[in-house]
Structure formats: C-alpha cells, structure tokens
C-alpha cells in the first residue's frame, strides 16, 4: 500500500508539470473506456491519440507493471505521452491485479484488451496492422505471454482466442520484465547481495500472483513464466515479432532480460539487447534523466523501420 501510494502521488504531482500536459504535445487523451463487457475499473483503457499526424498511426498497447499487484494505467500516463508525442496511437490499459485476482486474470484482461484494440484501432486513426505491444516489469511478462499467445497455439482459452483472432504484433517493447514468476530464489541463488528486501519483494510477487492460482486446466500455469515457455518452445506456427529489450545494469532481475535474448535468438527472432550503465529497475519512467532519456531514443530507433 505504501509502495503503490508513493508512485501514484508521484504520478499525480508529475501531472502537475506543464510538459506533462498531453495537448502541448499535440495529443488528445480519451479517458477510461470499457474494453471488456462486464466493465468495471479494472476493465478500462485510456487512448492517447496524436494530433496533426497523417493517418493511419502505428498503435501500441501499453501494459504497465507493478509486479501484478500495484500501479495503473494512471500511474503510467508518463510511457503512454512517450510514445503518443512520437506518433502512436496509445492504449494504456488496465487490468485486474493480485492477490485478489491471481493468474490468469491479468493475461486474460490483456489479451482482451489487445483483442478490443485489434477491432477499434482504426476507428481512432490507427492502422491494426501495426500493432505493438510494449510493458515494464510485469507489464513486460504479461506483453511476452500475449505475444507467444499470438504466434502459438496455445491451449489457454484466453492465449486460444487471441491465435484465432489472427493478431500480429509488429513489434515488443519487453523493458526490464520479470519474466519467471515461479522461481524467485533464482536472481539470489545467482547474486547474494541483492538484500533481504529486495528477496522479500520478489518473492511477495510470485507469492501474490500464483498462490490461489488454479494449477490445473489447460496450459497450467505455464504462460505466468513466459521465458521459461520461450526457452523450451519449438519454431512457431507463426513468426515471432522483433524485440527491443532495455534493462539497467543495477537491475535485480537483469538476468530475465538476458535469459530473453538468448532465447530468441536460439529461435531466430529478431532482437536487441540494451544494458544502461548503472541504472535500476524501470529506470526510464525517470523521463529527466540522461538515461532515461537515451533509453526511449533507442527504443524508437528500433521499432521505426516496423512502424512505417
């Protein structure tokens, strides 16, 4: 609660700030539509729609982190204003969190979510044949699972109806994601001097988000590890997109980036690494910073070739 409460006031106060204004950068923000018919605050997305740019735009769907417990899509207003001032059309999302709703709720919400975006970019000016799908921390695991879910097929219901939809990601923005949920124990079996509360928070990540969990049924709880899914996985039915994969060096869960990058490359896939020199976890929501900074730099850089 502490934790979620200091990043939403600090949300809050950055939106005070006149760059912060989405019309000084020429874009429109349409505020909490429903993405799912049963409604509710969980199920509501805002659209960041840039202004003055020829038609139709790239999209992205933004998925936000907050190890599957905290944060939202207000929270992330920040990531969404980056990629609407460089002429993305922007669906930051909510979706329901843990312990309350452990997995699979947050994949399903955000396969919902891709899946309404797929059938209304266009009447927003976006082309859904330039579909990217971009998230930190959690938000880069649930964009991971969404993403083999759109190139396996995958017995989930949820990972099923998105294959069938025919959904084709241009692109993947994986920022610093915690991509293994099931084995915590593993940065600290690699580095002991991460600390007791950086153990006890990621533990507490794994523990909210699984326990309660079903562990039976199709697919199990497979995809709320979708590095381990990746490392383990054949060729695809269809081509998995390219990957942009930026993670500071002081990072405790760094490895997941790295583990990411050899995986794709052992499946051919199209993918670039970048380390920030000393920097820490999601370190590019400090948008002031020179690293930060050259973090979204290299991130647009990557994904402009797949946004024309």
Not at 196 to 222: C, H, K, M, Q
Not at 244 to 252: L, Q, S
Request: proline letters at 8%; glycine letters at 6%.
């Amino acid at each position: 609660m502490i934790v979620d409460n200091a990043f939403r006031g600090a949300a809050s106060a950055g939106r005070l700030h006149p760059l912060a204004r989405p019309e000084r950068h020429r874009v429109e923000v349409l505020r909490d539509i429903p993405y799912r018919e049963e409604g509710g605050h969980a199920h509501k997305l805002d659209i960041y729609v840039p202004m003055d740019r020829p038609r139709p735009l790239p999209v992205v769907l933004y998925v936000h982190g907050g190890g599957f417990r905290i944060l939202s899509k207000e929270t992330h207003w920040v990531m969404a204003l980056a990629f609407a001032r460089r002429g993305y059309l922007v669906f930051n999302i909510d979706y329901r969190l843990a312990p309350v709703h452990p997995y699979p709720a947050a994949p399903e919400d955000a396969a919902a979510a891709l899946a309404w975006t797929a059938r209304n970019a266009e009447r927003y000016g976006g082309d859904p044949a330039r579909i990217f799908l971009a998230g930190e921390s959690a938000g880069a695991n649930l964009i991971t699972a969404l993403t083999i879910a759109t190139s396996y097929e995958r017995p989930e219901p949820w990972a099923r109806a998105l294959f069938d939809l025919d959904v084709r990601p241009k692109g993947v923005v994986a920022a610093c994601g915690l991509l293994q949920v099931s084995d915590p124990a593993r940065f600290f079996r690699r580095k002991s001097t991460l600390g007791t509360f950086v153990n006890d928070r990621i533990t507490e990540v794994s523990s909210a988000y699984l326990e309660g969990a079903a562990a039976e049924g199709p697919g199990a709880l497979e995809l709320a590890d979708p590095l381990v899914v990746l490392e383990n996985s054949a060729a695809p039915a269809r081509p998995l997109p390219p990957f942009f994969i930026p993670v500071g060096t002081k990072d405790p869960v760094l490895d997941d980036s790295r583990r990411l990058k050899t995986a794709l490359d052992r499946l051919g896939v199209a993918s670039e690494i970048r380390f920030y020199d000393g920097e820490i976890h999601a370190f590019h929501a400090f948008v002031w910073r020179r690293n930060a900074q050259q973090c979204w730099k290299d991130t647009f850089t990557f994904l402009e070739p797949y946004a024309r």
